[in-house]
C-alpha cells in the first residue's frame, strides 16, 4: 500500500508563487510518472503537470511557462513550483502517481491541497 501526502497550498496573492510537495511512502514500488492536476468549483478536473521515469514533463496549456514539476528520487518526492500565479489558478491540487506496486499497476490520488490566489 503507497500513500500520497501533499503540502505546501494556502492562500496567496496574484503574482506570488507556492511549491507544492507530494511525497511517495509504504510499500516499495517502481516510479512510472507522478503529478499533478487541480479542480476548480463548477469544473472538471485538469492537467497540471506531469513527470515520468525518463523525467519527460508535460504541461496543461494554462501553465505553461509559469509552473514547473520536478522530482527528488531519493525520497521520492514531486514538487510543483507555481510562479505568477492568477486567480484562475484557484483549485483544489490533487497529486496523482502511476507506481509498480507487488507487480501490479496502481493509480494512486492524493487527498488534495488547497490553493487560493487573491488579493
Known amino acids: 500500500h503507497v500513500q500520497l501526502v501533499e503540502s505546501g497550498g494556502g492562500l496567496v496573492q496574484p503574482g506570488g508563487s507556492l511549491r507544492l510537495s507530494c511525497a511517495a511512502s509504504?510499500?516499495?514500488?517502481?516510479?512510472?510518472?507522478m503529478g499533478w492536476y487541480r479542480q476548480a468549483p463548477g469544473k472538471q478536473r485538469e492537467l497540471v503537470a506531469t513527470?515520468?521515469?525518463?523525467?519527460?514533463?508535460n504541461y496543461g496549456d494554462s501553465v505553461k511557462g509559469r509552473f514547473t514539476i520536478s522530482r527528488d528520487i531519493g525520497e521520492n518526492t514531486v514538487y510543483l513550483q507555481m510562479n505568477s500565479l492568477k486567480s484562475e489558478d484557484t483549485a483544489l491540487y490533487y497529486c496523482?502517481?502511476?507506481?509498480?506496486?507487488?507487480?501490479?499497476?496502481?493509480?494512486?490520488w492524493g487527498q488534495g491541497t488547497q490553493v487560493t490566489v487573491s488579493s
Open positions: 513527470i515520468n521515469s525518463g523525467e519527460h514533463v
Open positions: 496523482n502517481a502511476d507506481l509498480m506496486v507487488h507487480g501490479g499497476a496502481e493509480d494512486i
Open positions: 509504504g510499500s516499495p514500488f517502481i516510479f512510472n510518472a
